[in-house]
């Protein structure tokens, strides 16, 4: 695709809110990716024993950047040759640390959490204008965290390429992980 420099060199995603690492849409793309994954499971989710809510956002992020440098670091890539991403809180969390400066390839944004339900004066947005990576969206048109339309026009505050894939008939956790996982790797190989 015109403005793409270079092929992504790894992929790191991260999990939702109350999600982990061994979702089956990141297992699928780890599985048809033909460069190297890392699934992280946020510190908080890997104290053993009990479900733990996400700290605030910003300590979130701080992990994705250290994460980014740890992975760029071990396969002897640069941080900018690397795609992020994830689903939802883990998803927001990426396009925040990008949007703040992190180096990086690409986005990819599963399921992204525009507002929480039902509240949608309480959009998710300020740093999407300052995004500067192709990023994809992929969400299932009965997402209650945003639906397509509004999906369709805050995605457009990103000035890059962006792709935006709409599963029908699906909800915040999309069943298609198969299709999902194609979708990415497709767009991550053009």
Do not use: C
Request: no cysteine.
């Amino acid at each position: 695709t015109a403005g793409r420099s270079m092929k992504p060199r790894g992929i790191i995603l991260f999990h939702g809110a109350g999600g982990n690492r061994d979702h089956p849409v990141f297992l699928e793309i780890e599985r048809q990716s033909k460069i190297p994954v890392l699934r992280h499971n946020f510190s908080y989710r890997q104290v053993s024993g009990k479900r733990r809510p996400p700290p605030r956002i910003e300590k979130i992020v701080k992990e994705i950047v250290q994460v980014s440098i740890n992975f760029a670091d071990l396969n002897g890539v640069p941080q900018s040759s690397l795609v992020l991403g994830g689903r939802s809180f883990g998803g927001r969390a990426a396009s925040m640390a990008i949007a703040e400066g992190l180096p990086s390839r690409a986005l990819a944004l599963l399921s992204y959490p525009l507002h929480p339900p039902g509240k949608v004066e309480s959009l998710r947005i300020s740093h999407l204008h300052k995004i500067r990576r192709p990023t994809i969206f992929i969400s299932g048109d009965k997402d209650p965290f945003g639906s397509p339309d509004l999906l369709e026009h805050y995605a457009r505050k990103i000035p890059s390429e962006v792709k935006l894939h709409i599963l029908e008939k699906e909800n915040h956790d999309p069943k298609e992980s198969k299709t999902i996982a194609g979708l990415v790797v497709k767009w991550l190989d053009t």
